[in-house]
């Protein structure tokens, strides 16, 4: 059974940085797209990163490009986020997903796979 497992997430202060990591097993995603996606206390899920089968096209949200990167490795079916300069904004829980398509999305209700989540703090 497929399943992904986020991790590195954690208590920082506004100007931090935090990587984080999503393992996948059980399948490969290789041919697939992945994404992050947060959900802060009282608001709707958002996009926040997504990147396309092979690592070369990347999508962001407007609230943190510029300060987050996305990237996968396909020979350990990981994909990382780097997040710097980091707001108090930027709290929320992270999720990491994705699609069965090869087309990119922004919108979390066409992603197959979800992670349980990892929780990111920013303090001012």
């Known amino acids: 059974q497929a399943q992904l497992v986020e991790s590195g997430g954690g208590l920082v202060q506004t100007g931090g940085s935090l990587r984080l990591s999503c393992a996948a097993s059980g399948r490969t995603f290789n041919n697939n797209v992945m994404g992050w996606f947060r959900q802060a206390p009282g608001k709707e899920r958002e996009f926040v990163a997504a990147i396309d089968w092979s690592g070369s096209s990347r999508f962001y949200a407007d609230s943190v490009k510029g300060r987050f990167t996305i990237s996968r490795n396909s020979a350990q079916n990981t994909m990382n986020l780097q997040m710097n300069s980091l707001k108090p904004e930027d709290t929320a829980v992270y999720y990491c997903?994705?699609?069965?398509?090869?087309?990119?999305?922004?919108?979390?209700?066409?992603?197959?796979?979800w992670g349980q989540g990892t929780q990111v703090a920013v303090s001012s």
């Open positions: 997903a994705a699609r069965r398509s090869w087309l990119v999305s922004m919108n979390g209700d066409e992603y197959d796979y």
